[in-house]
């Protein structure tokens, strides 16, 4: 026969009293909820945080190959592009770090060329307007001495070097009036030498003044043709110039200087964008000057105005 006490008791896994514990009922809530969640929202072993993602695709390539092909004028081959995937990998997973670790927090560097990006997606963005037709006459005719052709002139000259005379001036016009009598004389003997030419055809006057000095360019660009003019001061000393030839230059049409016209305009839209978006942040950011520099430089302009093109 079984005893009474040869029953088996159930088995007691908490003291009664804990049972009635408010701490334990949170704990037990608790881990149901968080249970809930995760059957809920499984989290895959290969997921990653969508802000961690370094996402390379078309495009990415895309721009590596355009990039490639610039500057090689090829296409890359299958280890060049693996090449480029690999440092574009490597640069945007430092510069994530480096972002994360907040290095790029009062870095001058970093600020221009944040700056500098923002900028250039302005430029573009300006670039890809076309002009209508009226827009580009009246951009014309607002200044249609910008798309002149250049004067030309052509000359001779005589030096007179101050190093190598007592009074190079009073020489100079001696010749000056002995030339003045026989205008084609041979100018030979009159003066000394010089390592530049003796005179320019048919030159520009970026090309005279490279020669003799934008001061000389800018006194033969205003004489007569025909006569001996001088002396003229330059560089190397003083000269006597004879022109022989001045082409004054040309208005050009617009169907001439079509494609000169377009990239003028284009340059005063860019101007204008950046200026328009300038202006805007200067609006929605609150800039504040300290009074040293208010003292140096005055008040800042609450507007921009984009020049036009020169």
Same mark, same amino acid.
């Given at each position: 026969?079984?005893?009474?006490?040869?029953?088996?008791?159930?088995?007691?896994?908490?003291?009664? @009293?804990?049972?009635?514990?408010?701490?334990?009922?949170?704990?037990?809530?608790?881990?149901?909820?968080?249970?809930?969640?995760?059957?809920?929202?499984?989290?895959?072993?290969? $997921?990653?945080?969508?802000?961690?993602?370094?996402?390379?695709?078309?495009?990415?390539? @895309?721009?590596?190959?355009?990039?490639?092909? @610039?500057?090689?004028?090829?296409?890359?081959?299958?280890?060049?592009?693996?090449?480029?995937?690999?440092?574009?990998?490597?640069?945007?997973?430092?510069?994530?770090?480096?972002?994360?670790?907040?290095?790029?927090?009062?870095?001058?560097?970093?600020?221009?060329?944040?700056?500098?990006?923002?900028?250039?997606?302005?430029?573009?963005?300006?670039?890809?307007?076309?002009?209508?037709?009226?827009?580009? @006459?009246?951009?014309?005719?607002?200044?249609?001495?910008?798309?002149?052709?250049?004067?030309?002139?052509?000359?001779?000259?005589?030096?007179?070097?101050?190093?190598?005379?007592?009074?190079?001036?009073?020489?100079?016009?001696?010749?000056?009036?002995?030339?003045?009598?026989?205008?084609?004389?041979?100018?030979?003997?009159?003066?000394?030498?010089?390592?530049?030419?003796?005179?320019?055809?048919?030159?520009?006057?970026?090309?005279?003044?490279?020669?003799?000095?934008?001061?000389?360019?800018?006194?033969?660009?205003?004489?007569?043709?025909?006569?001996?003019?001088?002396?003229?001061?330059?560089?190397?000393?003083?000269?006597?110039?004879?022109?022989?030839?001045?082409?004054?230059?040309?208005?050009?049409?617009?169907?001439?200087?079509?494609?000169?016209?377009?990239?003028?305009?284009?340059?005063?839209?860019?101007?204008? $964008?950046?200026?328009?978006?300038?202006?805007?942040?200067?609006?929605?950011?609150?800039?504040?000057?300290?009074?040293?520099?208010?003292?140096?430089?005055?008040?800042?302009?609450?507007?921009?105005?984009?020049?036009?093109?020169?």
């Amino acid at each position: 026969m079984w005893r009474r006490d040869s029953h088996p008791q159930p088995v007691r896994w908490l003291p009664r @009293r804990w049972l009635k514990e408010p701490l334990l009922h949170f704990v037990v809530g608790g881990g149901l909820l968080f249970a809930a969640y995760a059957w809920l929202n499984p989290v895959l072993p290969d $997921a990653r945080p969508a802000a961690r993602q370094v996402r390379v695709g078309a495009g990415e390539m @895309r721009w590596l190959t355009e990039t490639w092909v @610039r500057r090689w004028q090829r296409e890359p081959t299958a280890d060049e592009l693996r090449v480029l995937v690999t440092n574009l990998l490597k640069e945007e997973l430092l510069s994530r770090e480096a972002r994360e670790l907040g290095l790029d927090e009062g870095d001058t560097i970093v600020r221009r060329r944040l700056a500098q990006k923002l900028e250039f997606l302005v430029q573009d963005a300006a670039r890809l307007t076309e002009p209508t037709e009226e827009e580009l @006459r009246r951009f014309f005719d607002a200044a249609p001495e910008l798309y002149r052709t250049q004067p030309r002139i052509s000359f001779i000259q005589v030096y007179f070097s101050r190093e190598r005379r007592r009074d190079a001036a009073q020489d100079a016009r001696h010749a000056l009036a002995t030339l003045r009598r026989a205008p084609t004389a041979d100018t030979g003997d009159l003066g000394d030498r010089l390592l530049v030419e003796g005179g320019l055809r048919d030159a520009d006057r970026q090309a005279v003044a490279s020669a003799f000095g934008p001061d000389f360019a800018g006194a033969v660009f205003e004489l007569q043709p025909g006569a001996w003019r001088g002396p003229i001061e330059s560089g190397y000393g003083l000269h006597l110039v004879r022109v022989s030839s001045m082409n004054p230059g040309r208005p050009r049409p617009l169907a001439e200087v079509r494609a000169q016209v377009v990239e003028r305009w284009r340059e005063q839209k860019q101007r204008e $964008a950046e200026a328009m978006l300038f202006t805007r942040l200067m609006d929605k950011y609150e800039v504040v000057l300290d009074e040293s520099v208010k003292s140096v430089i005055g008040p800042l302009p609450l507007r921009l105005v984009a020049h036009p093109a020169r």
